[in-house]
């Protein structure tokens, strides 16, 4: 489906037959939201996926009848809110787009009370029927509702912290499109690795990593840094109560489900970054967080060190650190009670 590879680094081509593939069964758990729609749309045209299982407590029955009919090979079922389980049977992996967006004048961190409940209990399922998926999660706040997944796994006897993932492709891709936007090139030669978290200061675009990037300076650079920072806001601003950001963010999702896919059919040189449960700043009390991770056959391969940055990122590192902090903490607590 991505004629690009997923991150810069990679340049392997991509050389899979359909018989060298694994079978692969994705299951989309909101799919019949605003990214569930045409998330699921765009994994139908992912040749890895074999089949493709939707479910929503809302809607998914329709929504998996109409992709049905798009002429790619994999099997597309719908599921009801009372199909849970049968939605998650032999998963291998399991996106999770479900929970309310923002409307303007919130934070991510206002969407916790409702999304905090609906993570949990979906991630309850998972471990009880496919404990050994690969779970992505896009529900908001990521910086919260991923500690939130890894901790109903972990009582569940069942955590592979190689396998819970925080997707934050989004602020990849924006950062790569308004960087191009900036240097007057294309985003396919401004890829940006960010990192930290997924909302505001928390975001961590390491420009000085990229050659046009370290030419951005003084004003350009401090505005480039705060647009990527607050991408969200501005899509929430423009849908004026009508929800946050969808296509982008299933496209990035799209994106990155393909990366896992790619990485458990066992293509090297798959690294993207990605929220996960990280040693990186563990020492700090952030023991989540995002950097590059090369990705394989059993999720997390290797999470690579965030290299050398500018005396600015340094600056936004340790403003990240704090606010990360306290989201994890947050989520963790909420598992704790
Ligand atoms: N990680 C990221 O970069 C991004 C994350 N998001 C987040 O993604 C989430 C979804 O956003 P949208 O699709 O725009 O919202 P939406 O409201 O359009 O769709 C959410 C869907 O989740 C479903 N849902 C609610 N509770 C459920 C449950 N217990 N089980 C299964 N499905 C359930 C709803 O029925 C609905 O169809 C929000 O939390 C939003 O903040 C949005 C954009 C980017
Ligand atoms: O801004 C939001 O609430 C949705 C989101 O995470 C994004 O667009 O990056």
Do not use: W
């Not at 396998?163 to 950062?175: N, P, S």
């Not at 050659?211 to 601003?237: C, M, N, W």
Request: aromatic share 6%; glycine share 10%; proline share 6%.
């Amino acid at each position: 489906m991505f004629a690009r590879p997923a991150v810069r680094a990679l340049s392997h081509s991509r050389q899979f037959s359909s018989s060298a593939a694994r079978q692969t069964k994705v299951a989309v758990l909101g799919a019949g939201g605003g990214i569930g729609q045409p998330l699921s749309l765009l994994l139908k045209t992912n040749h890895l996926v074999t089949s493709l299982s939707l479910y929503d407590i809302r809607g998914a029955p329709g929504v998996a009848a109409d992709i049905s009919h798009i002429d790619t090979a994999s099997e597309v079922h719908g599921y009801p809110a009372d199909k849970l389980d049968h939605a998650l049977e032999g998963a291998q992996i399991v996106v999770i787009p479900a929970g309310v967006p923002r409307k303007p004048g919130m934070t991510r961190d206002d969407l916790f009370n409702t999304n905090a409940s609906i993570v949990r209990d979906l991630a309850a399922a998972v471990a009880r029927v496919s404990p050994e998926a690969c779970v992505l999660v896009i529900s908001n706040p990521v910086n919260s509702t991923v500690p939130i997944v890894s901790a109903v796994l972990e009582k569940a006897g069942v955590y592979d912290p190689k396998k819970v993932f925080g997707v934050t492709t989004l602020d990849v891709v924006r950062a790569a499109r308004f960087l191009g936007g900036v240097t007057g090139t294309s985003p396919n030669d401004t890829r940006v690795t960010v990192i930290g978290g997924h909302s505001g200061a928390t975001i961590v675009p390491l420009l000085s990593q990229t050659p046009y990037g370290k030419g951005v300076t003084g004003e350009a650079y401090v505005s480039l840094v705060h647009r990527i920072q607050f991408g969200g806001d501005e899509v929430v601003q423009a849908k004026g109560g009508a929800g946050s950001a969808t296509l982008s963010m299933a496209y990035a999702g799209a994106r990155f489900t393909d990366a896992v896919l790619r990485g458990l059919n066992g293509e090297k040189g798959v690294v993207t970054p990605t929220f996960v449960k990280s040693p990186l700043f563990a020492d700090q009390g952030v023991d989540f967080f995002s950097t590059n991770v090369e990705l394989g056959r059993n999720g997390v391969e290797k999470i690579h060190p965030i290299g050398p940055i500018s005396a600015e990122e340094e600056k936004l590192l340790a403003a990240c650190l704090p606010d990360l902090k306290k989201n994890i903490e947050k989520g963790k607590k909420f598992m704790s009670q």
